[in-house]
Nanobody, 119 residues
Framework: QVQLVESGGGLVQPGGSLRLSCAAS????????MDWHRQAPGKERELVAS???????RYADSVKGRFTISRDNAKNTVNLQMNSLKSEDTAVYYC?????????????WGQGTQVTVSS
C-alpha cells in the first residue's frame, strides 16, 4: 500500500509564499507521474501541476508563472513552491501519484493539506 503524506500548508497573506511537500512511502522514481491537485469549498477537485518521471512539467493556466513543481530524489518528495498567492488559491491541496503498465493503472492519493490565503 502506497502512502503519500502532504505537509507545508497553512495560513498566508495574499502575495505570500508557501512550499508544499509530498513524502511517499515508495521510491518516487517508480511512479510514472506525480501531481498536485486542489479542491476549494463547493468546487470540484482540479489539477494544479504535474511532473513525470522524466521531469516534464505542466501547470493549470491559473497558476502558471506562480507555482513550481519539482522532485527531490534525495528526500523522496515532490514539492510545490507557491508564490504570489491569491485568495482564490485557498483550497485543500492533495498529492497524487500514478503508475501504469499495460492495462494496469494505479492512482494513489494523500490526505491533503489546507492552504488558506487571507489577510
Amino acid at each position: 500500500q502506497v502512502q503519500l503524506v502532504e505537509s507545508g500548508g497553512g495560513l498566508v497573506q495574499p502575495g505570500g509564499s508557501l512550499r508544499l511537500s509530498c513524502a511517499a512511502s515508495r521510491n518516487i522514481g517508480s511512479f510514472n507521474a506525480m501531481d498536485w491537485h486542489r479542491q476549494a469549498p463547493g468546487k470540484e477537485r482540479e489539477l494544479v501541476a504535474s511532473i513525470t518521471a522524466g521531469s516534464i512539467t505542466r501547470y493549470a493556466d491559473s497558476v502558471k508563472g506562480r507555482f513550481t513543481i519539482s522532485r527531490d530524489n534525495a528526500k523522496n518528495t515532490v514539492n510545490l513552491q507557491m508564490n504570489s498567492l491569491k485568495s482564490e488559491d485557498t483550497a485543500v491541496y492533495y498529492c497524487n501519484a500514478r503508475d501504469w503498465s499495460g492495462p494496469l493503472y494505479n492512482v494513489y492519493w494523500g490526505q491533503g493539506t489546507q492552504v488558506t490565503v487571507s489577510s
